[in-house]
């Protein structure tokens, strides 16, 4: 009290010290608090409890859900096989904020799984133009293939593997592409450079004999490796 701070205090009606009034003139910051007329001092301590409710904050209104939430939430039910309610946390997503990167490319895997890689090429092109990574070319490689759309593909898949030197998925697919077309040189290149990475890798064994024979020369030491 001496202080000066707000100090409350209670007790029966006809406190002499108060002197008929609600304070006590020696002491101003202090509020007396007295029985009403046939009030039982329970009733004075309701009052009190309901003055402090009031002089309360109220509470913070509770936080909407971030994006980083939101896409992780989306991405759980992806992964479970919840595809419409993940296709409805993705749009919700991209309603609220925009392009976001990794709801389009969840958004345009789901589309791919869905039998439209149509659509999963349309939302991966909008995730590179946002954020280009060598996995979102490596998916929108594998749309553009579903869809007959080689060059395309091929051009992705060498993107991913400039973007990532020692992308071996994206190496062996494009020397693979490369040779369907009947460049063997490149395709020996590229498959050249992914067994550098992966040397026991059967598959690309099998690619580096099958571009060496195209080129007129023997693979049969590539098959045996493989």
């Given amino acids: 009290v001496a202080l000066g701070v707000p100090v409350w205090r209670f007790g029966p009606a006809g406190d002499w010290t108060a002197l008929g009034t609600a304070v006590r003139?020696?002491?101003?910051?202090?509020?007396?608090w007295s029985a009403r007329p046939g009030e039982a001092l329970a009733g004075v301590l309701v009052r009190m409890a309901a003055e402090i409710r009031g002089l309360a904050p109220a509470p913070a209104p509770p936080s909407a859900p971030s994006i980083a939430d939101l896409l992780?939430?989306?991405?759980?039910?992806?992964?479970?096989?919840?595809?419409?309610?993940?296709?409805?946390?993705?749009?919700?997503?991209?309603?609220?904020?925009?392009?976001v990167p990794g709801a389009l490319e969840g958004y345009g895997m789901l589309g791919h799984q869905a039998g439209r890689p149509d659509i999963a090429v349309t939302l991966l092109t909008r995730a590179l133009a946002a954020e280009p990574t060598a996995g979102r070319h490596k998916r929108r490689a594998l749309a553009q293939q579903a869809m007959g759309a080689t060059a395309e593909a091929e051009a992705d898949w060498l993107a991913a593997a400039t973007l990532a030197a020692a992308e071996i998925e994206a190496l062996g697919n494009l020397g693979a592409l490369r040779l369907t077309r009947g460049a063997a040189d490149e395709a020996a290149e590229a498959t050249g450079a992914a067994l550098r990475h992966a040397p026991f890798h059967a598959g690309l064994w099998t690619n580096a004999g099958l571009a060496r024979q195209a080129m007129g020369g023997d693979g049969e030491a590539d098959f045996r490796r493989a």
Avoid: C, K, V
């Fill in 25 to 32: 003139p020696w002491f101003p910051s202090m509020r007396l």
């Fill in 72 to 99: 992780t939430e989306a991405q759980a039910l992806h992964e479970s096989g919840r595809w419409p309610e993940a296709e409805t946390a993705y749009q919700r997503i991209l309603d609220q904020g925009g392009e």
